[in-house]
């Protein structure tokens, strides 16, 4: 089992940095997986889970259809490189880096807006779905302030919860 990340590891904007405080503080046994990428984490997490799910996890999670094709098109390209999760992160970093130039924002990790919770298991390895639900809930009735966009309970075939929130600016200090 995972120990999972520190709402402080998670590297959060200050909307989802309250949002996973509250979420936290409501529920205390709740395991972040994932706040904040850089773009190489980020061609990481995509790899691997091409890896675990296949192809069709990208159509199946992210909207970009342009980057999802450039993907796939790189991993039928390279079939020598997809049983290497090091030689297929460098292919999609290179891939997000080249096509996606400028438009690398269009991630909620990349900028700090998006985290991921574990999704709870009963002693039998079976997703505690009432639990599951009861985080979702606590997320969908976040103040309204916090901007919640998206809340997911699935990525494709992979079971995690994703909430992602409208991008605060940090305040200055004077």
Same mark, same amino acid.
């Given at each position: 089992?995972?120990?999972?990340?520190t709402?402080?590891d998670?590297?959060?904007?200050?909307?989802a940095?309250?949002?996973?405080?509250?979420?936290?503080?409501?529920?205390?046994?709740?395991?972040?997986?994932?706040?904040?990428?850089d773009?190489w984490?980020?061609?990481?997490?995509m790899?691997q889970?091409?890896?675990?799910?296949?192809?069709?996890?990208l159509?199946?999670?992210y909207?970009? &259809?342009?980057?999802v094709?450039?993907?796939?098109?790189w991993? /039928?390209?390279?079939?020598?490189?997809t049983a @290497? =999760?090091? #030689?297929?992160?460098d292919g999609?970093?290179q891939?997000?880096?080249s096509?996606?130039?400028?438009q690398?924002?269009?991630f909620p990790?990349c900028?700090?807006d998006a985290f991921?919770?574990q999704?709870?298991?009963?002693?039998?390895g &079976?997703?505690?779905?009432?639990?599951?639900?009861?985080?979702? /809930?606590?997320?969908e009735?976040?103040?309204? @302030? =916090?901007g #919640?966009?998206?809340?997911l309970t699935?990525?494709?075939?992979l079971?995690?919860v994703?909430a992602?929130?409208n991008?605060?600016?940090?305040?200055?200090?004077?």
């Amino acid at each position: 089992m995972m120990s999972g990340l520190t709402i402080e590891d998670l590297h959060l904007s200050p909307n989802a940095k309250r949002a996973a405080q509250l979420v936290l503080a409501a529920h205390p046994a709740v395991i972040f997986t994932s706040g904040r990428r850089d773009v190489w984490d980020q061609a990481r997490a995509m790899a691997q889970n091409v890896m675990h799910y296949g192809t069709d996890w990208l159509g199946q999670t992210y909207k970009n &259809q342009h980057m999802v094709r450039s993907l796939v098109d790189w991993t /039928h390209a390279h079939l020598e490189s997809t049983a @290497s =999760l090091a #030689l297929m992160t460098d292919g999609f970093y290179q891939t997000l880096v080249s096509g996606q130039a400028g438009q690398l924002a269009q991630f909620p990790h990349c900028r700090g807006d998006a985290f991921d919770i574990q999704c709870p298991r009963h002693a039998s390895g &079976q997703i505690d779905e009432q639990t599951v639900n009861a985080i979702r /809930h606590t997320i969908e009735t976040l103040p309204v @302030s =916090l901007g #919640l966009q998206l809340i997911l309970t699935r990525e494709g075939a992979l079971r995690i919860v994703h909430a992602q929130f409208n991008h605060a600016v940090e305040a200055v200090q004077i």
